[in-house]
């Protein structure tokens, strides 16, 4: 029987997020593997999003992948479908509340782009989403990952953006509950991550049994497309049902 993975992306991204990862885990596993993206609904509440992209997977015991916002989802999907997943892996996210400086800055980027419009991702964002070294140690890599980013908003579109930014603003914290359910949940994250306060989930996975923590190195926000092999090696790993631990990452 086929192991199942669902990919949720983040704001304004979509399959080609995950591409790099999936030709790489496609090299290294020889198990029956079943890729599937899953897209964020473009209307409804937060509730609605993630009760229709829950009823969308029939899978039993799948394992549950989600970027950013994504991570968020796939963190309230879990708490809808809990045994029913095998894993959960929560990337560049802590499933939590916005502090309110973020809530204010979000709610003044909507109220910018309806006044004014929307011409695609600044480059200056594009860099802050990425490890500010990345154009040093990966040249080549930088191009091809900015390259994606720009693609990805442009596909979408402003009315995708506006709405993903809307929704998210106002959302609970899911840490308490998934410390309480009884499902193997793993987050990593970059280690110049600056959407991301590591410690905050360190302090969360502290005491349970469930929850891990871990960092990678020489990633910033956009780790699918940054740390591809490292995001491969770890759903290898949950694949075969061995604990991988990477080189070039540090578990905490």
Request: glycine fraction near 6%; hydrophobic fraction near 45%; aromatic fraction near 4%.
């Amino acid at each position: 029987m086929a192991k199942t993975l669902y990919f949720i992306p983040g704001t304004m991204c979509d399959q080609n997020l995950w591409l790099p990862t999936w030709q790489l885990l496609t090299q290294q596993c020889h198990e029956d593997v079943q890729f599937i993206p899953l897209v964020i609904p473009t209307s409804g509440s937060m509730d609605d999003i993630v009760r229709a992209m829950a009823n969308n997977m029939v899978a039993e015991q799948a394992i549950l992948v989600g970027f950013s916002l994504g991570g968020y989802l796939a963190s309230a999907i879990a708490l809808r479908l809990g045994d029913r997943l095998k894993q959960l892996l929560v990337l560049s996210n802590c499933p939590k509340n916005l502090p309110s400086a973020e809530i204010k800055q979000r709610q003044r980027t909507l109220a910018w782009i309806k006044q004014r419009g929307y011409a695609g991702i600044p480059k200056k964002r594009v860099d802050d989403l990425l490890h500010p070294d990345i154009q040093q140690f990966n040249s080549n890599g930088y191009q091809e990952i900015k390259q994606t980013i720009i693609a990805m908003d442009q596909t979408l579109g402003v009315k995708v953006l506006l709405q993903q930014l809307a929704v998210s603003v106002q959302r609970p914290n899911l840490l308490p509950a998934l410390a309480k359910l009884n499902l193997p949940i793993s987050f990593m994250v970059g280690d110049a991550d600056n959407l991301v306060v590591s410690a905050e989930l360190k302090k969360a996975c502290a005491g349970t049994d469930n929850m891990k923590l871990i960092n990678v190195a020489n990633t910033g926000h956009m780790l699918p497309l940054e740390a591809p092999q490292a995001l491969a090696s770890v759903l290898h790993g949950l694949i075969t049902d061995s604990d991988i631990l990477l080189n070039n990452s540090a578990q905490e």
